[in-house]
């Protein structure tokens, strides 16, 4: 259990919040793929596909330790009002951030196999079940945490609380 008392986001908002975060990740690695292929005159997909995948791994970290070691907060994070934060009063540092970011990877990375296996055992197409189970992979663990926090939180020693601005009840309502 959590040693402060936090109040977690619920899912539907981390949810959204996950959306969110992907449309803006969408253009981010759409410009940054755009300028790789321009840079390495890349002209196929396929070519320095892995020198590709570990650019956008790394500018992605980047985009994610950054907001975090500032604020807690990413764009998506900050307009759904959810912030990390270290489950101890000490401030968050890079190493468990970083520990953060590759566990965030983990699940949805086993998942994926997982499905991969099922799809040739029942011939079902792997892209249509990554598609409908692959964004809600990380949720799971949700269910069964004392904290209703994600398994990468748990194992980096992080916690997701809700961020809402507290309404001050001396203000006047307009």
């Keep these: ?3 402060h ?12 919040c996950m959306i969110y975060e992907g ?10 793929g755009l300028l790789f292929d321009v840079v390495t005159d890349s002209r196929h997909a396929l070519k320095l596909r892995v020198g590709r995948q570990i650019f956008l791994f790394v500018l992605i970290s980047i985009y994610f330790l950054s907001a975090w070691l500032k ?3 990413t764009l998506a994070m900050k307009t759904w009002h959810i912030r ?6 000490r401030p968050l540092k890079l190493g468990r951030l970083l520990l953060r970011y590759v566990l965030m990877w983990l699940f949805p990375l086993l998942t994926a196999l997982l499905i991969e296996t099922v799809a040739k055992q029942t011939g079902q197409p792997a892209l249509s079940l ?10 799971i663990y949700t269910w ?12 980096s020693h992080t916690v997701l609380v809700d961020a809402r601005p507290i309404k001050n009840s001396d203000e006047p309502t307009t």
């Design 1 to 3: 259990m959590l040693t």
């Design 5 to 16: 008392q936090f109040t977690p986001p619920g899912r539907w908002r981390r949810f959204a």
């Design 23 to 32: 449309m803006l990740l969408f253009g981010l690695v759409f410009i940054a």
């Design 71 to 73: 604020s807690g907060q």
């Design 84 to 89: 990390l934060q270290s489950r101890t009063p």
């Design 130 to 139: 990554l598609i409908v189970f692959a964004p809600f992979s990380n949720f």
């Design 144 to 155: 069964f945490d004392p904290d209703k926090q994600f398994m990468h939180d748990r194992l």
